[in-house]
């Protein structure tokens, strides 16, 4: 047996076969040389287990990273619209290529798939681990589609006409200027009228945004139904119970940095997110990450997280395939 694929382990729930590992037939193989034989393999691995670990490949820097990201046949995306804060990492070969999200190292980010909070995303991410952390620091996994079975269907019928997303963007979250990429207020409106989203402009140049975001989605290739959106990221109760208390007393649950509701503007209550979250830590997957590891991901199909850490890391993210709902609701 591959001595790689000895030393892979994994904490996953039954029946789980994410993520599918692939190694090299000889130990270091550049990884772009190994693409085009491998090519049809992770192509249908991204459409029935959802995601690919490629593991023992030769990933000598960003560009050769950036080559095998872009090889897929879709331009690298830009980080839009952001949620958290990421840095572009420069690559001679072409942009789009990201630090991951630039939070704490004891914090963990739970389960999501990228930029679901919006009406726009994109089908594939790709994460690579530049540098393993000594403790910690894994990226976590879930398949989607489990992750909508498990969740009660009175939630899923609670959440069907979609979830209304409310951010006050200014001193307690990522400034409008960074989240849109502009200074300039016309754009930001531009931005906000393409995404169909409500918007506010208030004191001391603070901007309020509401937007009606997709809950569940169906695969476009597949069909299949996945929960897709990031209301428990957003929704107060995400927060740490002090934090919470002192942000609602300060400012008001009108004008906290982010919120979620029900589509009709009503409060979801804690105890819903509570199943949420419980139906999400049942399917998740956990692997401690290996220098060079590249991890290929459906978007739709496979939501990822972070665990805390101690030590460096450095783990970095493009994405590429963007799709869209803006013309349905």
């Known amino acids: 047996?591959?001595?790689?694929?000895?030393?892979?382990?994994?904490?996953?729930?039954?029946?789980?076969?994410?993520?599918?590992?692939?190694?090299?037939?000889?130990?270091?193989?550049?990884?772009?040389?190994?693409?085009?034989?491998?090519?049809?393999?992770?192509?249908?691995?991204?459409?029935?287990?959802?995601?690919?670990?490629?593991?023992?490949?030769?990933?000598?820097?960003?560009?050769?990273?950036?080559?095998?990201?872009?090889?897929?046949?879709?331009?690298?995306?830009?980080?839009?619209?952001?949620?958290?804060?990421?840095?572009?990492?420069?690559?001679?070969?072409?942009?789009?290529?990201?630090?991951?999200?630039?939070?704490?190292?004891?914090?963990?980010?739970?389960?999501?798939?990228?930029?679901?909070?919006?009406?726009?995303?994109?089908?594939?991410?790709?994460?690579?681990?530049?540098?393993?952390?000594?403790?910690?620091?894994?990226?976590?996994?879930?398949?989607?589609?489990?992750?909508?079975?498990?969740?009660?269907?009175?939630?899923?019928?609670?959440?069907?006409?979609?979830?209304?997303?409310?951010?006050?963007?200014?001193e307690m979250d990522v400034p409008w200027q960074k989240v849109f990429n502009t200074e300039i207020r016309a754009e930001v409106e531009a931005f906000c009228r393409h995404a169909r989203m409500d918007w506010e402009w208030k004191e001391d140049d603070g901007l309020r945004t509401r937007q009606l975001c997709q809950a569940m989605e169906s695969h476009p290739v597949t069909g299949e139904m996945v929960w897709f959106n990031q209301a428990h990221l957003f929704h107060i109760s995400a927060r740490e119970p002090e934090e919470r208390e002192v942000l609602e007393e300060v400012y008001g649950i009108e004008n906290l940095p982010r919120n979620t509701f029900f589509a009709d503007g009503s409060t979801i209550g804690d105890d819903i997110f509570a199943e949420v979250r419980a139906a999400l830590d049942a399917e998740t997957v956990s692997f401690p990450w290996e220098q060079g590891d590249v991890l290929m991901l459906d978007n739709m199909l496979v939501a990822h997280a972070r665990s805390p850490f101690k030590g460096p890391r450095k783990v970095i993210v493009a994405m590429a395939e963007p799709r869209s709902n803006l013309d349905r609701f």
């Open 1 to 170: 047996m591959n001595e790689t694929l000895q030393r892979f382990e994994r904490k996953a729930p039954a029946g789980s076969l994410l993520p599918q590992l692939i190694t090299p037939a000889q130990p270091g193989q550049d990884l772009l040389a190994a693409l085009p034989p491998l090519r049809r393999d992770i192509d249908e691995a991204l459409l029935t287990t959802g995601g690919v670990l490629l593991r023992g490949f030769g990933v000598p820097d960003v560009e050769t990273f950036q080559r095998f990201a872009s090889a897929f046949g879709h331009p690298l995306l830009k980080y839009e619209f952001a949620s958290t804060p990421r840095s572009a990492v420069e690559a001679s070969s072409g942009a789009g290529v990201y630090t991951s999200t630039e939070y704490p190292a004891h914090q963990s980010i739970p389960l999501h798939n990228e930029q679901a909070y919006t009406r726009e995303w994109p089908m594939k991410i790709w994460f690579h681990c530049v540098t393993a952390s000594p403790e910690g620091g894994e990226t976590p996994i879930a398949d989607s589609r489990a992750v909508y079975r498990r969740i009660p269907a009175r939630i899923r019928e609670l959440f069907e006409p979609g979830i209304l997303y409310v951010r006050n963007f200014g």
